[in-house]
């Protein structure tokens, strides 16, 4: 199963005729996450022919109106489709209460449960799980309480190799979970049968992992070492470093550093100061540190996986 990955707005703070502020959706084994959601991004999905519908976690990184202004228009737009079942939001203490006013004043409701869990602290910790996914927050450090997150599919089970099964009639079908699970197979005469010869390996798993807005923070390398995708805010050009540590973001040098430091196999940059017309600077600066390094493209999907890229 591939990884893939759409975004939906990667710019900075003030929006353009030709960009839009933060938003992604990430496909990570069949579970649709919805990363920042900066003003417009309910136009954004529907450009990017997404439904709606297979969203049910939204993860907000920090509370600046650029990664958070659309989820009002979202959650509302929800309720006119109808939908009925839960939508969970992950995002700094107080996302419940910037919310619940919101829909106080201006008279609105919804039929369906808004589930929220507020984050606080800064430690890195698990904040999603189920059978396939594990999602962590990767604590940054922004002018607010500011996360990233890291999206990380589980191990997967081995494969049955079924011609080297049917080679031996004491292999059952309720041996296959021992089996998927990597256990050898003792015959009843005593002879082990590789768990190796019986099965082939467990299908590659894939990472992905989402820092925006922070200032350089190395500290966060451990968290997301060997991630497979990497998406790291650079505001500003290396020259501008002391006005990067100022407002509390990154240069494309020291995202690169990030990425070379982390072992990532491929690095996006995004964030960027509405100063610069030509985003190729970006990649001049951070690329002869680090060569997989890439510019986002708005509602083109990135695909990480056997398929390969799209």
Known sequence: MALELTILGYNSALPTANSHPSAQVLNISERYFLIDCGEGTQ???????????????????????????????????????GREKPITVHGPKGIEEFITIQMRLSGSYHGFPILFNELEGNESKVIFEDDKVLVKTIPLDHRIYTNGYLFQEKSKPRRLNPDAISEFDEIEVCDYQNL??????????????????LTFDAPQTYSYA????????????????????????????????DLADFTKHSTAKEAAMIAKAANAKRLILGHFSNRYDDYSVFLKEAQPIFEATELPETLKTIRIGPKGRR
């Open 43 to 81: 136009v954004q999905l529907r450009r990017a022919r997404l439904k709606f519908s297979k969203i049910n976690h939204v993860f907000i990184t920090h509370m600046h109106g650029d990664h958070v202004f659309g989820l009002i228009g979202l959650l509302s737009s929800f309720q006119l489709l």
């Open 210 to 241: 989402y820092c925006s807005d922070t200032c350089y923070k190395p500290d966060i390398v451990p968290i997301i070492q060997n991630v497979d995708l990497l998406y790291h805010e650079s505001t500003f050009l290396h020259d501008l470093k």
């Open 180 to 197: 998927k699970n990597g256990r050898d197979f003792i015959l009843k005469s005593g002879k082990i049968i590789p768990n190796s010869y």
